[in-house]
């Protein structure tokens, strides 16, 4: 079992940042990719970024690549999606996720890669 739960959500300003943070337990991260993927309202659930399990490699979506950086602390069981120049598009509910243990060279993008989640966190960006 893994527990993950979410947090730094807020109401910023377009071009302003944001770190949220996404603190597990329950079993190791060894062998586990987290991920960051998000849902608007009315829009389906979108990947955003992932790290894989030797935490060295990383993915992002073309929508958030320079703006967003995924990161991990293992000795806090914490990963961290600092985002930067935020934009009203980016409003969203903001989930974290662990995969199923597997020892893929780049992190899963598939929402269905993932078998751990977290309640989410409101991110909302004004114009």
């Known amino acids: 079992q893994v527990q993950l739960v979410e947090s730094g959500g807020g109401l910023v300003q377009a071009g302003g940042s944001l770190r949220l943070s996404c603190a597990a337990s329950?079993?190791?991260?060894?062998?586990?990719?987290m991920g960051w993927f998000r849902q608007a309202p009315g829009k389906e659930r979108e990947f955003v970024a992932a790290?894989?399990?030797?935490?060295?490699?990383?993915s992002y979506a073309d929508s958030v690549k320079g703006r967003f950086s995924i990161s991990g602390d293992n000795d806090k069981n914490t990963v961290y999606l600092q985002m930067n120049a935020l934009k009203p598009e980016d409003t969203a509910i903001y989930y974290c996720?662990?995969?199923?243990?597997?020892?893929?060279?780049?992190?899963?993008?598939?929402?269905?890669?993932?078998?751990?989640w977290g309640q989410g966190t409101q991110v909302t960006v004004s114009s």
């Open positions: 790290i894989s399990w030797t935490g060295i490699s990383t």
């Open positions: 329950g079993r190791t991260f060894s062998s586990y990719d």
């Open positions: 996720a662990a995969s199923r243990p597997r020892r893929g060279v780049v992190p899963s993008t598939p929402a269905g890669a993932y078998d751990y």
